[in-house]
């Protein structure tokens, strides 16, 4: 137990801040150091321009009846036929170009369809990449790589 002496502040607080006068600023700066420091390595580690994963790409070969202005739509299909990643876009006969970016490595099926109306809600032309039509190849077949670009071209 402390016991008062004479001479000195008799109120705890006089003595809690004659106390944090000599050890906060220390420990203040430390930490401070210590979470500028932490705050630097994750800002130089996380790039906001940087992307993960693949950029799947290719050409849409168009029927030359389809009218121009209409619309694609290209997904990226885990084994279970669930899209992972997809773009749409208008195009016009006789190709369009396609790209989705931010896909992770494996092996997918790619599937395309065309919409002369969009509005009506039913795709006008479909078809899978390496499939006949609607019909998907036996097992997926689009082999994504770690990183970089990929490209899967399909023909209506």
Not at 42 to 55: P, Q, R
Request: glycine share 8%; proline share 8%.
């Amino acid at each position: 137990m402390h016991r008062i002496r004479s001479g000195e502040p008799h109120d705890v607080q006089s003595k809690i801040e004659e106390h944090g006068k000599k050890d906060i600023p220390v420990q203040f700066y430390f930490g401070l150091i210590i979470l500028s420091s932490l705050a630097v390595l994750c800002l130089s580690a996380c790039s906001l321009d940087k992307t993960v994963g693949t950029e799947v790409i290719g050409t849409l070969n168009l029927p030359a009846a389809l009218p121009a202005g209409s619309t694609y739509y290209v997904q990226v299909e885990n084994d279970t036929y669930c899209a992972i990643a997809w773009t749409s876009g208008t195009c016009s006969p006789p190709t369009a170009f396609y790209k989705i970016s931010g896909v992770f490595p494996g092996t997918y099926y790619i599937y395309a369809w065309l919409d002369e109306a969009p509005a009506d809600g039913s795709p006008d032309y479909q078809k899978y990449y390496g499939g006949i039509g609607l019909i998907p190849p036996a097992s997926p077949n689009a082999e994504v790589p770690d990183s970089g670009e990929v490209t899967f071209n399909i023909t209506f």
